[in-house]
Nanobody, 121 residues
């Protein structure tokens, strides 16, 4: 089982930027594709971005394309989500996940505890 620990959440002004980090406990981290999802209160978990094992393939949801960027550092066992031009409606708990490459949460077997990102309007 993979242990995932997110960090970097907090309060951000609308239009601002922040970067989320996910520390991956298990080696080799290159076994896994990684993704970020988010869940706002009262809403379903939503796909944000995914990256394959070597970082050559990345997929971002249309709603964040051009503003968010997923990346990974396999040497450091880390995955990142750079978020720019944040919107109030993107307030949510953001989750890091490990599994197969895709946009469906069912494709991911291991999840972090989540980090709260609150966008002030």
């Amino acid at each position: 089982q993979v242990q995932l620990v997110e960090s970097g959440g907090g309060l951000v002004q609308a239009g601002g930027s922040t970067r989320l980090s996910c520390a991956v406990s298990k080696n080799p981290v290159t076994t896994y594709s990684m993704a970020w999802f988010r869940q706002a209160p009262g809403k379903e978990r939503e796909f944000v971005a995914a990256i394959n094992w070597n970082g050559e393939n990345r997929y971002h949801a249309d709603s964040v394309k051009g503003r968010f960027s997923i990346s990974r550092d396999n040497a450091e066992n880390m995955v990142y989500l750079q978020m720019n031009s944040l919107k109030h409606e993107e307030t949510a708990v953001y989750y890091c996940a490990a599994g197969a490459y895709g946009s469906n949460w069912h494709e991911y077997d291991d999840w972090g505890q989540g980090t709260q990102v609150t966008i002030s309007s």
